[in-house]
């Protein structure tokens, strides 16, 4: 057997003019990708050089979403491009030690690129439908291979930006950039090839959209948990699968709220007793869906004064749950200060569900669903 040769390769529609047109949508998903993954990531942090703020309450909604919807347009976007550059794989090496050193290192930093660029469209699809197939953390990983995807991105196109603008400059039929072996027509012409892939790339939207968008939920096959739960809002994690049935139910549940040496414990009952808000809020999970709920509880400022935390204090939330990496977390002094940031006993005008965080669970706007704090225990002043 021998190894392919480029000139095997003769399709007409494995052209840099098609590369180019599909890898600047592409290079758009990622850059789409890249900023609002780097924002989920700051919001994550226990630590802000730079107050994160609580408003607009639906702007983590929107980023979020846009990074989930950006990332699945880039599959199609993905498979076609490197199916129209795949043949240059097998070019022969140049020759000349400095020609071959370019050579080398352009293949390098396409390796470097696609490696990144499928790991993270694989790793983030599979976290959008909640399959953890691996051990690694997923936030600390795909974060890190962000910067070299967008790094290897960088690099390839200032290598590649006198092919790009000469092939966008021209007619996509155009063929002066062409590899010489690439003359047979397609069952497709160049534009009908474009046109399926935008078309693929609109259907992996639609797919996914509806986890966020109401309308669209019934056309999204791939949005996982976009319907049901108690007041219309999906269950993330079950208080069975937090193990935390028990504390959560049981009679002597207290909120306590601590401040150094002063601290209160609060029923349910306790709670009902102080001034009652609405906040309508949506959880925006990090994997991908979001939905939005009215919810009903104390104003986390008013139960802050209560035990003499001043306002611009950073509090440290803490669940009954035991392990996991969410079971305490860090409610910043602009999220803890804001009106609508809830400790929130109620949904919909009902009791919270168990599912849903009872007895007590956070509610804050424009905050990563992963730190909307569930079956609450205490509420302390950060050290
Ligand atoms: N204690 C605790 N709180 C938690 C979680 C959890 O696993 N444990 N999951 C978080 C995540 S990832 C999300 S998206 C929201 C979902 O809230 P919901 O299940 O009420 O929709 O709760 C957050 N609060
Ligand atoms: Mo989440």
């Known amino acids: 057997m021998r190894l392919p040769d480029e000139r095997d390769f003769r399709s007409r529609l494995r052209s840099a003019a098609v590369t180019a047109r599909v890898g600047l949508w592409l290079g758009v998903c990622f850059l789409v990708c890249f900023a609002t993954g780097l924002l989920s990531h700051y919001a994550q942090n226990p630590d802000h050089p730079v107050t994160f703020p609580a408003s607009p309450a639906w702007g983590y909604r929107v980023t979020q979403g846009l990074h989930v919807l950006s990332g699945a347009a880039a599959v199609p976007l993905l498979l076609v491009k490197v199916w129209t550059v795949y043949p240059r794989l097998f070019r022969r090496p140049a020759r000349g030690t400095g020609r071959l050193v370019l050579d080398l290192l352009e293949r ?132 069975v699968a937090a193990a935390v049935t028990a504390t959560a139910t049981h009679p002597d549940w207290r909120l306590s709220l601590r401040n150094g040496d002063r601290s209160l414990d609060l029923s349910r009952d306790d709670l009902l007793a102080q001034p009652q808000h609405d906040s309508e809020l949506p959880i925006a999970c990090v994997e991908g869906w979001s939905a939005s709920g009215r919810w009903q509880g104390v104003r986390i400022r008013d139960l802050l004064d209560l035990v003499g935390i001043p306002p611009g ?30 400790l929130a006993l109620g949904l919909e005008g009902e009791t919270l569900s168990l599912d849903h965080g009872y007895p007590a669970r956070i509610i804050a706007p424009n905050r990563p669903g992963v730190l909307q704090t569930k079956w609450v225990s205490r509420i302390e002043a950060r050290a």
């Open 108 to 239: 390098g930093s396409v390796a470097v690129l696609v490696a990144a660029a499928v790991f993270q469209l694989a790793t983030g699809l599979a976290n959008a439908t909640t399959w953890y197939p691996w051990a690694f953390s997923f936030r600390a990983t795909h974060y890190a291979l962000a910067w070299v995807a967008i790094g290897a991105l960088l690099v390839h196109v200032a290598v590649k930006l006198p092919v790009i603008r000469g092939v966008l400059g021209d007619d996509v039929d155009g063929t002066s950039y062409d590899r010489p072996a690439a003359t047979e027509p397609g069952i497709l012409s160049r534009r009908g090839l474009l046109r399926t892939t935008w078309l693929a790339a609109g259907v992996a939207v639609l797919a996914n959209a509806g986890s966020s968008v109401p309308l669209l939920r019934d056309v999204s096959v791939l949005g996982v948990r976009s319907g049901d739960g108690p007041g219309g809002v999906p269950i993330n994690k079950s208080a």
């Open 313 to 342: 204090s950073d509090v440290v939330v803490t669940s009954l749950q035991e392990s996991g990496p969410y079971t305490t977390t860090v409610l910043h002094a602009s999220f803890a200060d804001d009106d609508r940031t809830l």
